[in-house]
């Protein structure tokens, strides 16, 4: 699987796992280490469960297939 990278709230990250629910899309993905975010961070890597509707695809990011 071709490693697609997003932003949302609190950061930049990259998809690592997605799956269909019941009628949305849920996605696992992992912070990029940088400089820490408002909210803070919990760990030097964290993976966090985000939805379709909460996350952006960068412009030059092909969507994985």
Request: negative net charge; without cysteine.
């Amino acid at each position: 699987m071709q490693r697609t990278k997003v932003e949302f709230i609190g950061g930049l990250g990259t998809i690592i796992q997605y799956s269909p629910n019941s009628g949305y899309w849920s996605y696992l993905i992992e912070m990029e280490i940088g400089s820490e975010p408002e909210m803070g961070r919990i760990g030097y890597e964290t993976l966090i469960l985000l939805f379709e509707t909460d996350i952006i695809l960068l412009q030059d990011e092909p969507l994985a297939a």
